[in-house]
């Protein structure tokens, strides 16, 4: 194997569960809030590329704080009766790579209760660590203190880790930590996601078989 630990992202890189139950969940949310919203699915992944996802709701879809709140427990409540899949051929890429001696984390902007859920509900191996929203915001991602302590935790070098992300935040984390990065691009055609990543990631897997390949 070309590594030793994957740091991977949660949603849209493990399950597909921003098309499945995060956008329908914020379309719910807007509905009883605002009777409704322009937003689609695209423009919804691509705010969560930039400006990332607290932009996204204070800036862009214009928020105040009391607004926030709320949108953080219906969403909380919405996605503990919604339980995302996890991709085709993620399960036996997981599988074997423990099998054969790798380690992986996860380091997400979901809760870490919903993460190991989803694990759980989709046969997944269980993460060695895992991070989720509720890490201090000075310290979550796309800040790169979580990948400095799986570094710390499982005495590793920078270079003997690959962060898998769908989105900017975990690129820029990836690059303040100084550690290799892999585009996650199976979650759909997102022409300016794509760009994005294209232009700035050392590798962009547009499936799981493909990242397979680099990996193992």
């Given at each position: 194997?070309?590594?030793?630990?994957?740091?991977l992202d949660h949603d849209d890189t493990v399950v597909d569960s921003t098309a499945t139950v995060h956008y329908?969940?914020?379309?719910?949310?807007?509905?009883?809030?605002?009777?409704?919203?322009?937003?689609?699915?695209?423009?919804?992944?691509?705010?969560?590329?930039?400006?990332?996802?607290?932009?996204?709701?204070?800036?862009?879809?214009?928020?105040?704080?009391?607004?926030?709140?709320?949108?953080?427990?219906?969403?909380?409540?919405?996605?503990s009766h919604h339980t995302p899949r996890a991709y085709p051929g993620m399960g036996e890429l997981l599988w074997?790579?423990?099998?054969?001696?790798?380690?992986?984390?996860?380091?997400?902007?979901?809760?870490?209760?919903?993460?190991?859920?989803?694990?759980?509900?989709?046969?997944?191996?269980?993460?060695?660590?895992?991070?989720?929203?509720?890490?201090?915001?000075?310290?979550?991602?796309p800040q790169p203190h979580c990948v400095w302590a799986i570094l710390k935790e499982l005495g590793l070098e920078?270079?003997?880790?690959?962060?898998?992300?769908?989105?900017?935040?975990?690129?820029?984390?990836?690059?303040?930590?100084?550690?290799?990065?892999?585009?996650?691009?199976?979650?759909?055609?997102?022409?300016?996601?794509?760009?994005?990543?294209?232009?700035?990631?050392?590798?962009?897997?547009?499936?799981?078989?493909?990242?397979?390949?680099?990996?193992?």
């Amino acid at each position: 194997m070309h590594y030793k630990c994957l740091i991977l992202d949660h949603d849209d890189t493990v399950v597909d569960s921003t098309a499945t139950v995060h956008y329908p969940a914020f379309k719910a949310f807007m509905e009883q809030l605002r009777g409704g919203t322009d937003i689609s699915l695209e423009d919804y992944f691509t705010f969560n590329l930039h400006p990332g996802v607290l932009p996204f709701f204070q800036n862009i879809v214009g928020l105040n704080e009391e607004e926030m709140r709320q949108e953080e427990a219906f969403w909380r409540e919405y996605v503990s009766h919604h339980t995302p899949r996890a991709y085709p051929g993620m399960g036996e890429l997981l599988w074997r790579w423990k099998k054969e001696g790798g380690r992986f984390c996860v380091i997400s902007h979901s809760f870490s209760d919903y993460i190991r859920r989803d694990y759980a509900f989709n046969r997944l191996p269980e993460p060695d660590m895992v991070f989720g929203w509720e890490v201090d915001k000075a310290r979550r991602k796309p800040q790169p203190h979580c990948v400095w302590a799986i570094l710390k935790e499982l005495g590793l070098e920078k270079e003997e880790v690959l962060v898998l992300d769908d989105l900017k935040p975990g690129y820029d984390m990836a690059m303040a930590a100084g550690v290799p990065f892999a585009a996650a691009a199976w979650a759909g055609d997102y022409p300016l996601v794509e760009a994005f990543m294209r232009e700035h990631c050392r590798y962009y897997c547009k499936t799981v078989e493909e990242f397979r390949r680099l990996i193992m």
